[in-house]
Antibody, heavy 122, light 107 residues
Framework: EVQLVESGGGLVQPGGSLKLSCAAS????????MHWVRQSSGKGLEWVGR??????????AYAASVKGRFTISRDDSENTAYLQMNSLKTEDTAMYYC?????????????WGQGTLVTVSS | DIQMTQSPSSLSASVGDRVSITCRAS??????LNWYQQKPGKAPKLLMY???SLQSGVPSRFSGSGSGTDFTLTISNLQPEDFAAYYC?????????FGQGTKVEIK
C-alpha cells in the first residue's frame, strides 16, 4: 500500500523558516517524481513544486509564488522528500500536501499524503 | 504560466441531475488534464486523467472530454456523495496549475 506521511508543520513567524518532510513507502521512491501542493483554509489548490528522480537529474520546478524562497530536495536512501521554506510570509499559511503522480502503462498513479499544516503568524 | 479557468465557481443541483463543469486553459495543453474531487478535511481524489480516462475505482457516472484548451467534467445521475469541490489541473508543463475550483452543492 502506498503511503505518504508529511511532518514538520507548525507555527512560524513571518520571515522565518520551516522544513517539511514526506516519508514514502509502498512504491519505488527513487524512481518517482515527488510534488508538493498547498491549500489555504477555504481556498483552492496551489501546486508548489516538484523534484524529479536521479535519472532525470533531480530536476526541480517551482510555482512563481515560492520560487527563490522554497527548495525541494530528496533523500532516496531514506525514501523521503523535503520542502525547505525560507522567508515565510503570512500568505504561505496553508495545508501542505506531498503527492506522487506517474503514468504506468495506460494507468495513472496518483497518491496524496494527509497534509501538514503551516501557520505563518506573529 | 498556464492559467486554468473553471466555470461555474459553484452550482446547486439535485440528486439524479446531470451536471457539467468546464475548464479552459490559457494555451493548448493537449490532453494533459486531470480532474479531482475534494471533500471537506480530505485530500483531493483523482477522478479523471488525460482528460477522458476514468481513474480506477471511480464510478462510471463521471466522464471527461476535451483537448487543446477546452475541457468538461460531466457527472450524470448525481449522487449524495458527489456533493463536493472539483478542480481541474494541467500537467502539460511546469508549473502545473489548478483551476480555482467548482463547488457542487445540494439544491
Amino acid at each position: 500500500e502506498v503511503q505518504l506521511v508529511e511532518s514538520g508543520g507548525g507555527l512560524v513567524q513571518p520571515g522565518g523558516s520551516l522544513k517539511l518532510s514526506c516519508a514514502a513507502s509502498g512504491f519505488t521512491f527513487s524512481g518517482s517524481s515527488m510534488h508538493w501542493v498547498r491549500q489555504s483554509s477555504g481556498k483552492g489548490l496551489e501546486w508548489v513544486g516538484r523534484i524529479r528522480s536521479k535519472t532525470n537529474n533531480y530536476a526541480t520546478a517551482y510555482a512563481a509564488s515560492v520560487k527563490g524562497r522554497f527548495t525541494i530536495s530528496r533523500d532516496d536512501s531514506e525514501n523521503t522528500a523535503y520542502l525547505q521554506m525560507n522567508s515565510l510570509k503570512t500568505e504561505d499559511t496553508a495545508m501542505y500536501y506531498c503527492t506522487r503522480h506517474s503514468m504506468a502503462g495506460s494507468s495513472y498513479r496518483d497518491n496524496w499524503g494527509q497534509g501538514t499544516l503551516v501557520t505563518v503568524s506573529s | 504560466d498556464i492559467q486554468m479557468t473553471q466555470s461555474p465557481s459553484s452550482l446547486s443541483a439535485s440528486v439524479g441531475d446531470r451536471v457539467s463543469i468546464t475548464c479552459r486553459a490559457s494555451q493548448s495543453i493537449s490532453s494533459n488534464l486531470n480532474w479531482y474531487q475534494q471533500k471537506p478535511g480530505k485530500a483531493p481524489k483523482l477522478l479523471m486523467y488525460t482528460a477522458s480516462s476514468l481513474q480506477s475505482g471511480v464510478p462510471s457516472r463521471f466522464s471527461g472530454s476535451g483537448s487543446g484548451t477546452d475541457f468538461t467534467l460531466t457527472i450524470s445521475n448525481l449522487q449524495p456523495e458527489d456533493f463536493a469541490a472539483y478542480y481541474c489541473q494541467q500537467t502539460y508543463i511546469t508549473p502545473w496549475t489548478f483551476g480555482q475550483g467548482t463547488k457542487v452543492e445540494i439544491k
